[in-house]
């Protein structure tokens, strides 16, 4: 895996200026700091990981209440500044925003900055958002990046930033454990599922009637009542009670993103009233309406806004059609009950579910 750099370096001598652009944030560590008798500056480093860039990105530079200039990101991410700052008595911070691409996933944007005290504790910071945060974009409860910080501390740090993809989970075990802590209770925005695909389809064929044999010497009609109950299936186990939490998560992705409605399970039935000739076996089948949705779970603590990937495939009834329900009949000689099979001179009728 390709690893780029970004270096983010600061001075602190004379007046303060501010030179291009690129950089991240993240949390305290709890070291207080004092002033040296000599400042030498902080530089900054920032590696992205996983085929990560960065694009349409600005920074500012605060002293006091003084902004400092601003510039646009280069599309490929490669940047670096320097602040110079006036003197040791005073603290500055520094800002920068950027659109984070992600392969094989949308884009999310990053509000980092950093900020150093003469006295006290550096302090950095990382959230995502969906969408330009200083244009109406909203914190993410979950993105498919994350970011760390390391060796930010102490009054001459040599800070390194990480933004790299979320880690993907594909044993089957731990896929059903990291469900389980995330999706049970999904209000706690530790579980969002960003949908990829949605299928519309029938489901297999299924006899859902016993079979009818017309044993007299005269045609009859015989009124078949049949139930069939169809349940959402997945690429995961997990337990009915953490199901109802995952149905939640994705019910609201699925009716966002295709205005469609998400059920686990719904009940379908008919009555016909088909027609038996003599010598002659009837049975009703049915498939089922099903929509088939693939996308990714982000998993992890909201607090951190990191995550882990979990790929999804669900398969649950779709409540905007009702399926495909067919009358077959054959010769009773040539019917095969144990394998539903007619050897020749079957008839297949399409009728509609009452």
Known sequence: MNLTK????FA??????????AMNQAWADGIPEASPAADKGIIGTTVL????????????SSHYTTNGPQSNIPANGQDSWSVIKNTFATTYSLNVKYKVSIPDSKSHWVKAGIKVPPLGYNTVNCNFYDGDPDAGGKLANISPARCSWASYSGYDPQPV???SRAAKITDPGQIGDALTKYCKDPGKNSC????ANLTEMLGPEKRVTEYQDNKTPDPYNHRFIWRHMETETTNF???AEVSVGIDKVVSAAVKTTYGKTWTHSKEYSSEPNPLIRPGWTVWVTYQPPLQKISGTFYVGDPKKTQAEEIEGVLTA???DNEGSMAIHACETIKLNKATGTCSSGET???IAIN
């Open 161 to 163: 930033l990480k933004i």
């Open 317 to 319: 009834p779709d409540l």
């Open 192 to 195: 969002a599922f960003d949908p």
């Open 12 to 21: 602190m001598v004379g007046a303060i200026t501010v030179t291009s652009a």
């Open 49 to 60: 990981d996983g085929g990560i860039s960065l694009s349409e990105g600005t920074y500012t």
């Open 348 to 350: 297949v009728t399409k």
């Open 6 to 9: 970004s270096t983010i370096t």
């Open 237 to 239: 186990a997990v337990s």
